[in-house]
C-alpha cells in the first residue's frame, strides 16, 4: 500500500492510496482513534482510494498536534498542525544550530580534502 498524495482542504486530510483492494484506513491522534474517517475508490483510476479524515474540533488545541493514518496495523501517512503562539524563536533557534553544524562539518569535509 503507499500514498499517492495527501493535503488538507475544508477541515478535512484527504490522501489517495494505491492497493489491490480498499484498506480499511483508521487515523489516531495522541493514541485516540478519530471517527468519520471514509474510503471510497476514485473514479476512473483502478486501484486508487481516497481517504478523507475529518479533523476533529477536540483535536486542535496550542501546540504542535500530528496525527496519523494507518491500514492494516502499518503507517501509511501522518500530518501536523500547528497552532497558538509562534514558533519563530524556536525555529530560528534551530536554523542557527543547524548552520553552525553544517559550517562545522564543511571545515572538518575541507581540511580533510587538503590532507589527503
Do not use: C, Y
Amino acid at each position: 500500500m503507499k500514498l499517492v498524495q495527501g493535503r488538507i482542504a475544508g477541515g478535512v486530510w484527504e490522501g489517495v492510496v494505491e492497493a489491490e483492494t480498499a484498506p480499511v484506513v483508521e487515523a489516531l491522534h495522541m493514541g485516540r482513534a478519530i471517527e468519520g474517517v471514509e474510503v471510497r475508490p476514485v473514479a476512473g483510476r483502478s486501484g486508487q482510494f481516497g481517504v478523507a479524515v475529518p479533523i476533529p474540533v477536540w483535536a486542535l488545541n496550542e501546540g504542535v498536534q500530528t496525527f496519523v493514518v494507518q491500514a492494516g496495523g502499518e503507517r501509511i501517512a501522518a500530518f501536523t498542525l500547528i497552532a497558538g503562539q509562534p514558533l519563530d524563536e524556536d525555529i530560528r533557534a534551530e536554523v542557527s544550530l543547524l548552520r553552525a553544524e553544517l559550517d562545522l562539518l564543511k571545515r572538518a569535509f575541507q581540511r580533510h580534502v587538503r590532507e589527503s
